[in-house]
């Protein structure tokens, strides 16, 4: 290691701390290449079964750090055809010693985090890779099962369909594996469930002991107070809300309400609580036996003024169904509680559901608390570094690129209104399409993408639209999403963790049409590879990112 590597060690900044002893370590796994490259596999195993042996003795990962690092560089080489470059092994070690790590888009966090889990899960006491969706999960687990199979490591999978006939033995076995792969949802509800369980025998997580986050900032910070509730049912009048839905349609914005929309807040002014008074037949709303009615007119105002269609819910299956404003994911178990689900309910004329009694809830600030060793990878967190070694006590480590980026970031445009600009959004894609260039086309709401689907139609344009009301191909729209002229239209669900590739994904198996995407490829990088265009700006810098590094991988 060079002497200024070992300067930087000790001095500067977080990250070049953190990449120095990266570097250190990766020298020492260098030196190790030679000789584990020429061994046998069975040499090979026979070298992870005494790590695994060493780790259950007792001995600190510390010690283990870079025969393991090293021995899986090697076996992912041998079995899955993947060597992990020298940027990803550092990622590694800085998510060994509980940091988070920002990559770029398509820098590889799913190999990156493969050294580390298997370090971490090598004494037995188990580690959850926490992922954003089911896909991703069962994807991430099955590439790199064989890697954790050579370690003598299980691997579980924990999805929405796991146990769906209610018996949960199932998923106590995937939880019981070494590794196990789960999405956020389904751990904390399973962790909310065996805190209600009347037995042991009836829970299915052990002792939490290690986990990696992946697209950290979305959990600990976008959503990170939101909380998660099971409920049970309750027993109340949902006439109220009906009627009071009716009244407040009465109302006119200035002259009866006022509405803050940066707050999300609404009040009813005199002139509205008169003639409220007046429909109800009562001389004084403020009296408190009539407080129901106060409240109930409230979250009416609220559901009527504040919250719009298809920007922060949408209508299916007869259900009011919250979009998530930081993935723009539909979010079918969620809810608003006092009674503000329950007025959107009766505002779309739908049947009103009593509201749950809570009967345990958590958020995902706390749950994360709860494991002794925690990190994370994102494409978007040095910006909020202060919060989360504030909140939770993380460090943000910003890795290098394999390669030098290639992205060229214009600058904003700003238009006379809303119409003039989604226009504007048009010709570009018309232009780009036109010289064979891929176009993501991202919007800030549901009614937006549908707007500029509309007009992409209008002008004759194919293109996909993926937003809350169709996310169900999600995955396979964003793989394909880099063919020569794609235009996928968006909102910020953006396929998280699913790579946009030049030219598009080849299915499994297609191998007599690879050459066809090598000549795709060829040409998306000859038109400009893919032109990523906002029509409009998030509350969240964050979020703005996410969409921005979208960029193509070569």
Request: proline share 3%.
């Amino acid at each position: 290691m060079s002497g200024l590597s070992w300067f930087k060690q000790y001095i500067g900044t977080h990250t070049q701390r953190e990449l120095a002893r990266g570097e250190r370590a990766l020298a020492m796994m260098d030196t190790l290449a030679q000789a584990l490259g020429s061994e046998s596999d069975e040499r090979l195993k026979a070298r992870a079964s005494s790590l695994r042996k060493r780790a259950r003795d007792g001995v600190a990962t510390d010690d283990l750090l870079v025969e393991t690092f090293a021995l899986t560089r090697e076996v992912a080489q041998r079995l899955i055809g993947l060597r992990p470059f020298d940027v990803q092994l550092m990622g590694g070690v800085a998510l060994h010693r509980g940091n988070i790590i920002e990559m770029k888009t398509g820098e590889g966090k799913t190999l990156v985090a493969v050294a580390p889990v298997i370090l971490h899960a090598l004494a037995g006491k188990g580690v959850h890779v926490i992922t954003v969706n089911d896909y991703l999960a069962a994807r991430d687990a099955n590439w790199m099962r064989p890697v954790y199979s050579f370690f003598g490591l299980s691997v579980g999978v924990v999805t929405e369909d796991l146990d769906a006939d209610g018996d949960r033995a199932e998923r106590r076995a995937a939880y019981a594996a070494d590794i196990t792969y789960v999405t956020n949802h389904e751990l904390v509800f399973d962790y909310l469930r065996d805190n209600l369980a009347g037995r042991l025998s009836e829970q299915v997580l052990r002792p939490l002991n290690a986990a990696l986050v992946d697209e950290l900032d979305l959990l600990l910070l976008d959503e990170a107070s939101t909380p998660l509730i099971i409920s049970g049912e309750t027993v109340e009048d949902t006439k109220l809300c009906v009627r009071a839905a009716k009244l407040v349609a009465k109302l006119r914005p200035g002259k009866h309400f006022k509405v803050d929309y940066r707050s999300r807040q609404a009040s009813i002014q005199e002139a509205g609580w008169a003639i409220l008074e007046k429909s109800l037949g009562v001389p004084n709303l403020a009296a408190p036996e009539l407080l129901p009615w106060q409240h109930a007119l409230h979250q009416a105002l609220l559901a009527h003024a504040v919250y719009e269609r298809d920007v922060d819910y949408v209508v299916q299956q007869g259900e009011v169904r919250l979009i998530d404003e930081h993935t723009g994911r539909v979010s079918p178990d969620k809810r608003f509680s006092d009674g503000l689900h329950q007025a959107l309910e009766a505002k779309e004329g739908l049947s009103v559901q009593s509201e749950d009694r809570t009967l345990a809830k958590v958020s995902y600030q706390l749950f994360f608390r709860l494991y002794p060793r925690l990190a994370g990878m994102t494409g978007t967190a040095y910006s909020a570094r202060e919060e989360l070694q504030r909140t939770y006590g993380l460090r943000v480590v910003v890795l290098p690129t394999n390669r030098p980026l290639q992205r060229k970031d214009l600058p904003n445009r700003v238009y006379r209104s809303g119409e003039e600009k989604l226009k504007a959004a048009v010709r570009a894609v018309s232009k780009a399409q036109k010289r064979g260039q891929p176009v993501l086309l991202g919007t800030t709401s549901v009614r937006e993408s549908e707007r500029l689907a509309a007009l992409l139609q209008a002008e004759g344009i194919p293109h996909t639209v993926l937003n809350a009301k169709n996310h169900e191909t999600e995955a396979e729209s964003i793989a394909q999403a880099g063919r020569p002229g794609a235009v996928t239209v968006s909102t910020n669900m953006a396929g998280r963790g699913v790579d946009i590739l030049l030219g598009g994904r080849p299915t499994e198996g297609d191998t007599d049409k690879r050459a066809e995407y090598e000549r795709d490829r060829a040409a998306v990088v000859a038109a400009g590879g893919l032109l990523v265009l906002g029509t409009g700006l998030h509350e969240s810098r964050r979020i703005d990112n996410r969409r921005m590094y979208r960029e193509l991988r070569a």
